[in-house]
């Protein structure tokens, strides 16, 4: 398994926006799909953005839609989640994810491989 290295996290005010990294040394062929879950306290996984290698496609959950944009860089195998407004019901882990193959199940919160997570921190 080859990690996913995420960098970004922080806290910020409501209203606010933070910016997610995710990279990885795998090959760009190798991987079908990559995107963000979240564990927020007391909850199970939420599936908060994917998207496919191939053909950009994105999918979104409902709670970050219009909010939050992924985007991705085959070159460097990676994918971002530019996060404005952030809401306190935000907070949580964040996890960078990666399917190899199809299908993307990240947006389900259930992934073939995901990092160590990054901490958001979202204030009233």
């Known amino acids: 398994q080859v990690p996913l290295v995420e960098s970004g996290g922080g806290s910020v005010q409501a209203g606010g926006s933070l910016r997610l990294s995710c990279e990885s040394s795998?090959?760009?062929?190798?991987?079908?799909?990559m995107g963000w879950f979240r564990q927020t306290p007391g909850n199970e996984r939420e599936g908060v953005a994917q998207?496919?290698?191939?053909?950009?496609?994105?999918t979104y959950a409902d709670s970050v839609q219009g909010r939050f944009t992924i985007s991705r860089d085959n070159g460097k195998n990676a994918v971002y989640l530019q996060m404005d407004n952030l809401k306190p019901e935000d907070t949580g882990v964040y996890y960078c994810?990666?399917?190899?193959?199809?299908?993307?199940?990240?947006?389900?919160?259930?992934?073939?491989?995901w990092g160590q997570g990054t901490q958001i921190t979202v204030s009233s």
């Open positions: 994810a990666r399917d190899r193959n199809y299908p993307c199940r990240v947006i389900q919160g259930n992934p073939e491989e």
């Open positions: 998207i496919v290698s191939v053909n950009g496609r994105t």
């Open positions: 795998a090959s760009t062929y190798s991987t079908y799909c």
